[in-house]
């Protein structure tokens, strides 16, 4: 019997998420990391930050935060599958490659929503103030990336197939740069040139950028249009270079 795209990538999609909703516990853990670090973070802000309330420019950045840490290391679990043999039995299914990539990376949408939710609702009581229909744009938006960067996150993994240890130290070189070059935690519009050429060149900025202009209600701004462009551009990439690795593999 005949599938389309949508019905292997939904296939995928389940197959990955039903261990996590099995295993509630790591659900609320991870839910609960960004609650912390903004509680420890919160008190050393300013007053302003960015020419916005300092709530209102930061929580965006922690929401992007936690799409970066999240999505960069899904591709642990496709080592793990490699190691158990799972993931040779998902090879020789009739499902369609992109699907094994696309319904892999979606997974991680959903606990991205829920860890937004959790910090909008935690914030409002402090002064946060949620624009509804930004908001939703903006975690659409931050989707589409999350799927281009947990695509390259599963190409990883795959050139690291047998170097579990390559797969960490890739990770970790290039997640906390692109962080800081972002402007997620600390403006750098007061930085030096050199810092600033780096942000630019830096397709995270543009999205961080996106983000808190969605959260602050500017719908129909320029940094929304750029947001969008760098996201549909690491989708494009993310799903291009993890098809290929898959077909090879």
């Excluded at 019997?1 to 991870?30: G, K, Q, W, Y």
């Excluded at 050393?44 to 930050?49: A, F, K, R, S, W």
């Excluded at 290391?73 to 043999?85: H, W």
């Excluded at 020789?92 to 991680?108: D, F, T």
């Amino acid at each position: 019997m005949s599938t389309t795209f949508a019905t292997d990538t939904m296939t995928v999609f389940t197959r990955e998420l039903r261990p996590v909703l099995r295993n509630p516990f790591s659900v609320i853990f991870t839910m609960v990391q960004p609650l912390f670090f903004l509680a420890l973070f919160a008190p050393l802000l300013p007053g302003t930050m960015g020419g916005q309330p300092a709530l209102q420019w930061f929580v965006p950045g922690v929401v992007v935060m936690s799409c970066l840490f999240g999505t960069t290391t899904t591709g642990s679990n496709l080592l793990y599958e490699m190691q158990t043999g799972s993931h040779e039995r998902m090879l020789v299914s009739p499902l369609r490659r992109p699907a094994l990539i696309v319904g892999r990376a979606l997974k991680e949408i959903v606990p991205m929503f829920a860890q937004t939710a959790l910090l909008v609702v935690a914030t409002i009581p402090f002064g946060f103030h949620l624009h509804l229909a930004g908001a939703v744009l903006g975690l659409a938006l931050l989707g589409v990336f999350c799927v281009g960067l947990g695509a390259l996150s599963y190409t990883l993994a795959l050139a690291s197939k047998n170097q579990e240890w390559m797969f960490w130290a890739v990770q970790q070189t290039l997640t906390f740069p692109l962080l800081l070059l972002a402007g997620m935690l600390l403006p750098l519009d007061g930085g030096p040139g050199w810092l600033r050429a780096l942000a630019k060149a830096n397709p995270l900025t543009y999205v961080v950028d996106a983000e808190r202009a969605l959260f602050g209600g500017q719908i129909w701004n320029a940094a929304t249009g750029w947001g969008l462009l760098a996201a549909a551009l690491v989708a494009l990439a993310g799903l291009a270079v993890g098809t290929r690795a898959m077909r090879r593999a």
